[in-house]
């Protein structure tokens, strides 16, 4: 033992005589301290959802986003609400009434755009098809005009069916491009089942009556910026949470129109309470097998009550200074509490089974307290500096949300030792201590003995290990993309990955700030020439392009589907009604039976049942009649009044843009965006580095996800880096000052290196990439791993004479608290495991695969380590080693 090692030992065994004297004093005090701790986290410690506060504002890429942000403020923080519908139209109208319910609701609703939608849309949406697409429609419409024009003459339901008799009627001298009857007679059926439930609602049949056709569902979108209070739990949540209940009562209402909410701030929201809500969880779970794993290991109620009340102590404290060291909680640091369970507990472990092991044999309960203070005194020490720094490395880094996370954590090592050393020796010393302590032989666990019978061969054969993990290291993987470690099972991720995968949105842009909108016309056509890129946009790009053309088959359409003059029929009577129905059934049965050329026989028998139902009903129940009239004459004219308002275009120029969509495209300060997309998938590394690098070249002041993306991964992998080097530095040279052997320091670092390389194979050949929240499993191991072999070390080093030989040691309360400290803190990092949230539950399995690997090393490895480069080693007795502890 070092002199420094002595002096540490003899002034812990100071405190803890103390302690265990004024026990009741103690524990008051304590508890006051703890009340304190946790007043102060009620009343200061706050949250950040916001993934963007994970890193340093002062970084580059974090710095231009904001300045985006700041410039362009409707584009940030926003909800997006994404309308599903059986057909474009149908999709369009229900997110606008959406919209104009948003912005009648106000508060917590600040602006709702809809793009793509609206007035301009509706009048200007020809301009902005293809000239060829806007020929083919001109040529549908004209075909069509003959039935426009005698709906326009009678628009009612017997005009519909009075068209459609004659369309059946000379269905056999139809040619290319007619009336598709066979898409118009199943519509009409759906139309139909409407009128007979008294249900009615329009239908996507006056698209089909047009000559539209219709693919499957379609989507459309609107933009809601909300108004954030950022004093709120989850920032932007409520805000979340009262659209889902608007939309809940639209859902309610609407069969056939589906609402999602997805969008940067439904993500964020969501993300931070899916973590905050499975981090409780998991803290709960965590508590609960610590608690189990203690009274398996101690089967002494004392103990395992001492070590729980040491345990929450050391919680509560760290709770409290995290409120007024950092004051929030970000979406990795809140999983300290599972990470503090899961650490905190060994020293509780290592400090009980010593006291544990003098006591049962007869040694009184102060001097037990003293020489257990003596003995693992000083290696806690060691260890909770060593854990701290594994933390602390961290710190110094502009990641902040592993900084504040090792902040935290690493003082919760140092506050958990004093809890160890002052709760824990006071709890024991209450009541009557004097009962001899003993463990049952059916708990006891006997170390395997191989590991010191061969240790050449245990040896060799973890090198060789060690070399053939050490070839699959080039194949870790960094995933950047922030969807893939969220929960999936969320409707926010759900609906966003949908869209990806779909391609109706392209979330991995690029965006550039140029000085004014001729600066980013010029950015705009040098990064289309790129061949990484697919398309760059700026607010010019929505001014349509050949106007003129199009303006000229817009007129000429617009006179030939000129409403006429002549004055149109009166409404029609129930009776007349009838009748043309009834005229058009009769029309149909020549329909009904072979020979049947264009295929319509089918759905035409099922169309005359349909009538013949309908007509039965209409006899004796007028209201089905009325809601015919809704569903089928209704989505008809809502298509003419459409269509006229579109025939009525007009030039468009850069002033027209409706102002939701300047806004979002041009700064107040006349600064413009450009837009730019990938033309790669950017889930490939290569692609996504490729794609940054190249519009870099133009505008090196990019900025967007890709670039963020991009960023973030490589300020990641940077701060790993460092705080790893900086862990190993320091550690290994804590180890050596204190221990003044380069020899055992190499010992106690051997098993680590080992471990390291093996947990990185393993990562590679599982496919467990390493994303943001895991970067801090490495040096976290390094400090939780080296732990155990400090504590087997020092105890070799300092015991009596049997524990100076690797066999003796194994005998030892040592190792069986290693063994249980290690099953804890696997127990405690294993619930996070299972987490739906993909991030939390990589950490977790990453951080429970890291302590397993290092418990075989350190109860495996390291024994053959001892055993074969101790000069007094000697082949053990088997039987010794399956003795009573001493």
């Known amino acids: 033992m070092t002199p420094i090692e002595d002096r540490l030992g003899r002034a812990i065994a100071r405190w803890v005589r103390f302690v265990s004297r004024h026990a009741r004093l103690t524990l008051a005090c304590a508890a006051a301290f703890t009340l304190a701790a946790l007043v102060v986290a009620g009343l200061r410690l706050g949250v950040v959802s916001d993934t963007d506060e994970l890193f340093a504002a002062s970084l580059p890429f974090r710095a231009l986003r904001i300045e985006v942000e700041e410039a362009l403020p409707l584009r940030a923080d926003t909800i997006l609400v994404v309308v599903d519908g059986p057909s474009e139209i149908a999709a369009g109208d229900a997110a606008l009434e959406l919209a104009s319910e948003l912005v009648r609701h106000g508060d917590p609703f600040d602006a709702v755009f809809t793009p793509g939608l609206g007035d301009f849309f509706q009048r200007n949406g020809f301009l902005y098809l293809e000239l060829d697409a806007l020929d083919d429609l001109a040529e549908t419409l004209t075909r069509a005009q003959p039935f426009l024009a005698e709906l326009r003459r009678d628009p009612s339901v017997r005009g519909v069916f009075d068209q459609l008799s004659f369309a059946a009627a000379h269905s056999a001298d139809a040619t290319e491009g007619s009336l598709d009857l066979g898409s118009v007679f199943d519509s009409l059926l759906g139309v139909l089942a409407d009128a007979e439930a008294l249900d009615p609602h329009p239908t996507a049949f006056g698209d089909l009556v047009l000559g539209a056709t219709s693919e499957g569902r379609a989507r459309r979108f609107v933009i809601v910026k909300p108004v954030l209070d950022r004093g709120d739990f989850v920032p932007g949540g409520a805000a979340v949470e009262a659209l889902r209940e608007v939309l809940a009562v639209r859902q309610a209402t609407e069969d056939d129109i589906g609402f999602a909410v997805t969008g940067d701030l439904a993500l964020k929201a969501d993300e931070f309470s899916t973590v905050a809500a499975q981090a409780r969880i998991a803290g709960l779970v965590s508590f609960i097998m610590v608690f189990v794993i203690l009274w398996w290991a101690l089967a002494s109620w004392r103990l395992i009550s001492s070590a729980i009340g040491t345990l929450l102590a050391g919680l509560f404290w760290t709770t409290g200074f995290a409120a007024v060291a950092v004051g929030h909680m970000n979406l990795i640091s809140v999983t300290f509490v599972v990470l503090f369970i899961g650490l905190a507990i060994d020293f509780a472990i290592h400090f009980t089974m010593r006291y544990q092991e003098l006591r049962s044999t007869a040694v009184a309960h102060g001097p037990a307290l003293e020489e257990t203070a003596r003995g693992v005194g000083g290696s806690l020490v060691l260890c909770a500096a060593t854990t701290a720094i594994g933390f602390y490395a961290f710190v110094p880094t502009p990641y902040l949300g592993v900084a504040e996370l090792g902040l935290i954590s690493g003082t919760g090592m140092f506050l958990s030792l004093l809890a160890t050393l002052t709760v824990l020796p006071a709890s024991l010393s209450l009541g009557d201590p004097g009962t001899p302590l003993r463990q049952p032989a059916s708990r006891r666990i006997a170390l395997p003995s191989w590991p010191v019978r061969w240790p050449r061969a245990v040896v060799l054969g973890s090198l060789g290990l060690a070399a053939g993990a050490a070839w699959f290291l080039p194949g870790l993987t960094f995933d950047a993309n922030p969807l893939n470690v969220r929960d999936p099972n969320v409707e926010s991720v759900r609906a966003f990955e949908e869209l990806i995968a779909d391609k109706a949105v392209n979330p991995w842009g690029i965006d550039i700030l140029a000085g004014d909108l001729d600066a980013a016309r010029v950015l705009a056509e040098h990064a289309e020439a790129l061949e990484s890129v697919a398309s760059a946009r700026t607010l010019a790009s929505y001014v349509p392009t050949g106007q ?70 209409a006899a004796t129940e007028p209201a089905a009649l009325d809601a015919l009239k809704v569903s089928l004459v209704g989505a008809i004219l809502d298509r003419v009044e459409r269509l006229d308002r579109a025939l009525q275009a007009g030039p468009v120029a850069l002033a027209d843009l409706p102002p939701g969509l300047r806004d979002r495209m041009l700064a107040a300060d006349g600064r413009a965006l450009v837009e730019v997309l990938p033309a790669e998938d950017l889930n490939d590394e290569a692609a996504l580095a490729n794609f940054v690098a190249e519009v870099r070249t133009m505008a090196p002041e990019a900025t967007g996800a890709s670039v963020y993306m991009f960023e973030a991964s490589r300020a990641i992998m940077a701060a790993l880096k460092q705080a790893l080097v900086t862990a190993l530095l320091l550690v290994g040279a804590i180890v050596l000052l204190l221990w003044r052997s380069l020899r055992d320091t190499l010992l106690v670092l051997a098993p680590l290196l080992l471990s390291g390389v093996v947990v990185g194979a393993v990562s590679v050949l599982a496919g467990l990439p390493v994303n943001f929240a895991d970067v801090i499993v490495v040096p976290l191991l390094l400090g939780i791993g080296i732990d155990s072999g400090i504590h087997l070390v020092h105890r070799h080093r300092d015991g009596g004479s049997d524990e100076r030989t690797a066999e003796g040691l194994l005998t030892t309360s040592t190792p069986r608290a290693i063994l249980w400290s290690a099953l804890s803190t696997i127990a405690s990092f294993a619930s ?53 502890p001493r």
């Open 832 to 884: 996070l495991g299972f987490a739906t949230h993909l991030g939390m539950a990589s950490l977790g399995q990453l951080l429970t695969l890291g302590v397993i690997v290092m418990l075989l090393a350190n109860l495996i490895f390291l024994p053959a380590l001892l055993a074969w480069g101790s000069p007094g080693a000697v082949a053990p007795n088997p039987g010794r080693m399956r003795r009573q």
């Open 548 to 617: 003129a053309e199009k303006l000229e088959v817009i007129e000429t359409l617009a006179y030939l589907l000129e409403p006429p003059s002549a004055q149109g029929l009166a409404a029609p009577t129930s009776d007349q009604i009838v009748a043309s129905i009834q005229t058009f059934r009769e029309t149909l049965r020549s329909l009904e039976a072979p020979p049947d050329e264009a295929g319509l026989a089918d759905v035409a028998r099922r169309l005359g049942a349909a009538l013949d139902r309908f007509l039965v009903q």
